[in-house]
């Protein structure tokens, strides 16, 4: 059985017409494809149309298609009433309520509807495919088709074989999406499938540093804005996203992946998902809002007027040792260059993965004026630094001093392991090599998903080619060491890249 999924005259039934069904409305009519779209509410499919109909012709006005083509396409979207009249349609995709019987259910009755050689597809964010297919009498025709909010903006969709999906299936729904104009991605089905399994490492591992007490809601996203190249930090895209949408999310993935620990929930998402503080659209979540809806943040308070009178930089970590004497020799610092600290001077530690209490007991250094700073990324726009539980304050604000001396922002966090962004890329980096190790899609598709789908600076493979690899496996090692948690164990992916010295990206043979 096959489908010409190029054939001019190809038509699709759209099942749900919210926010994402009638998204796939649009790009499909753009595309050239035929639309048929219904929704339960009477009325919603007019209304929903009405509004793609807008769009196309705003598109026209900005010069993304011509008014000939907006015309086209709208000419090309019909409103049916009934399940009946999907009769003629290659292909059905469902964008209703996450719900698994209501799912189940309209697939039962389209299977009776719809000829034998029509594919069946659900939007599903975080459901199983396979679940979803398991009663079906044909699970062979069904599969995959989870686009991204808001559609017409987001480029990618990702197309999910299930455990019965046929070969034929998938490959006509990567040209539909391509006939869409999206980045098309093929995987295999797993929890959160690719994009949204990558996802929980950078919300998650945020709310588990917080709920530690480490650092706070702004300066975590401070810090991975500014270090990482992030567009928004984690805490900012749950406010943007809603909790009502992340915590479900995640608390299944989680379920899903039968308490996988890399997933595990946080406690700070749950309490105010339970609260019903769930973001912008509550006005109020981790950030409080004003009357315009903008976030109410206190300015950063001015860094410390103090400095030391002399430092000593560790050479423990090598590179991490080159980084910040470089950095303090910009700063006009007086860097002691014997292999012990004097008596007075601040003593500087560059971890990867370990925190400021264990690289002073371990190198033999004075707690109280052992100071870490992360020098695994960048430190032109903002620096990330912490001291001991026995650091003097003094000692502390002088080190804040000298490093922010230049005018860039330094953000101070209590002792980590990892600190904020090392924690947080390891745990992207780790859930983007489980998704490779686990044969759900290839490497250079996990990037390009994750890319598209999150608009992050980087996909998890490149990102820890970026960190380096060894250093990525470091910072779980390490974690992993401190914590006793198997969250935080290294990938056999990771772990095995990392011995060889070669990038996440190397295609086995």
């Known amino acids: 059985m096959s489908l010409d999924a190029n054939r001019p005259d190809l038509t699709i039934g759209v099942i749900g017409t919210g926010a994402m069904g009638r998204g796939i409305v649009q790009v499909s009519a753009a595309g050239g494809i035929h639309v048929r779209m219904m929704?339960?509410?009477?009325?919603?499919?007019?209304?929903?149309?009405?509004?793609?109909?807008?769009?196309?012709?705003?598109?026209?006005?900005?010069?993304?298609?011509?008014?000939?083509?907006?015309?086209?396409?709208?000419?090309?979207?019909?409103?049916?009433?009934?399940?009946?009249?999907?009769?003629?349609?290659?292909?059905?995709?469902?964008?209703?309520?996450?719900?698994?019987?209501?799912?189940?259910?309209?697939?039962?009755?389209?299977?009776?509807?719809?000829?034998?050689?029509c594919i069946l597809a659900t939007n599903t964010s975080s459901m199983s495919v396979t679940t979803i297919a398991a009663k079906l009498k044909t699970p062979h025709r069904f599969a995959g088709l989870h686009f991204f909010n808001p559609v017409?903006?987001?480029k990618l969709v990702e197309v999910i074989d299930g455990l019965l999906t046929e070969s034929w299936v998938s490959e006509a729904l990567m040209i539909i999406g391509k006939r869409m104009t999206r980045e098309a991605v093929r995987l295999t089905d797993a929890p959160g499938f690719?994009?949204?399994?990558?996802?929980?490492?950078?919300?998650?591992?945020?709310?588990?540093?917080?709920?530690?007490?480490?650092?706070?809601?702004?300066?975590?996203?401070?810090?991975?804005?500014?270090?990482?190249?992030?567009?928004?930090?984690?805490?900012?895209?749950?406010?943007?996203?809603?909790?009502?949408?992340?915590?479900?999310?995640s608390a299944l993935i989680y379920n899903q992946f039968f308490q996988e620990p890399r997933y595990r929930p946080s406690l700070i998402m749950q309490a105010r998902y339970e609260a019903g503080v769930l973001g912008r659209k509550t006005k109020k979540g981790f950030y409080n809002y004003d009357t315009d809806m903008k976030p109410i943040v206190a300015p950063e308070p001015a860094a410390p007027t103090s400095k030391p009178g002399s430092v000593w930089v560790s050479r423990a970590e090598p590179k991490g040792h080159a980084a910040l004497s470089a950095?303090?020799?910009?700063?006009?610092?007086?860097?002691?260059?014997?292999?012990?600290?004097?008596?007075?001077?601040?003593?500087?530690?560059?971890?990867?993965?370990?925190?400021?209490?264990?690289?002073?007991?371990?190198?033999?250094?004075?707690?109280?004026?052992?100071?870490?700073?992360?020098?695994?990324?960048?430190?032109?726009?903002?620096?990330t630094m912490m001291g001991t539980p026995l650091v003097d304050p003094a000692i502390r604000d002088a080190a804040h001093g000298l490093l922010a001396s230049d005018g860039i922002p330094v953000t101070v966090i209590r002792d980590s392991p990892g600190f904020i962004a090392q924690r947080?890329?390891?745990?992207?980096?780790?859930?983007?090599?489980?998704?490779?190790?686990?044969?759900?899609?290839?490497?250079?598709?996990?990037?390009?998903?994750?890319?598209?789908?999150?608009?992050?600076?980087?996909?998890?493979?490149?990102?820890?080619?970026?960190?380096?690899?060894?250093?990525?496996?470091?910072?779980?090692?390490?974690?992993?060491?401190?914590?006793?948690?198997?969250?935080?164990?290294?990938?056999?992916?990771?772990?095995?890249?990392?011995?060889?010295?070669?990038?996440?990206?190397?295609?086995?043979?």
């Open 39 to 117: 929704d339960a509410r009477p009325g919603a499919a007019a209304e929903a149309k009405d509004f793609i109909v807008k769009m196309l012709s705003r598109a026209a006005e900005k010069g993304s298609m011509t008014a000939a083509e907006a015309e086209a396409a709208a000419g090309r979207i019909t409103v049916v009433e009934a399940l009946k009249d999907f009769s003629a349609c290659h292909m059905v995709v469902e964008a209703i309520v996450e719900n698994l019987d209501a799912k189940r259910a309209l697939f039962a009755d389209l299977e009776n509807v719809v000829t034998p050689d």
């Open 152 to 154: 017409p903006l987001m």
């Open 194 to 249: 690719l994009v949204n399994q990558v996802g929980r490492g950078f919300t998650l591992e945020a709310s588990h540093l917080v709920y530690e007490g480490i650092s706070n809601f702004v300066d975590v996203d401070r810090v991975m804005r500014d270090v990482c190249g992030f567009r928004m930090g984690p805490f900012e895209l749950m406010e943007l996203t809603g909790l009502d949408v992340t915590q479900p999310a």
């Open 327 to 383: 950095l303090l020799t910009q700063l006009g610092a007086h860097i002691e260059t014997g292999d012990r600290p004097s008596a007075k001077a601040v003593i500087f530690v560059t971890p990867v993965g370990d925190d400021a209490t264990t690289c002073a007991v371990e190198q033999g250094l004075d707690p109280h004026r052992t100071i870490a700073v992360d020098t695994l990324f960048p430190m032109v726009k903002r620096r």
């Open 424 to 509: 947080i890329v390891a745990m992207i980096v780790n859930i983007g090599c489980a998704i490779a190790q686990s044969r759900t899609a290839e490497p250079s598709d996990i990037d390009k998903a994750v890319t598209l789908g999150l608009n992050y600076p980087h996909g998890p493979l490149k990102f820890g080619d970026v960190a380096g690899v060894s250093a990525i496996y470091q910072v779980l090692a390490k974690m992993n060491a401190r914590y006793a948690d198997p969250r935080y164990r290294p990938n056999i992916w990771m772990s095995r890249r990392a011995q060889l010295g070669v990038s996440l990206l190397t295609q086995e043979h």
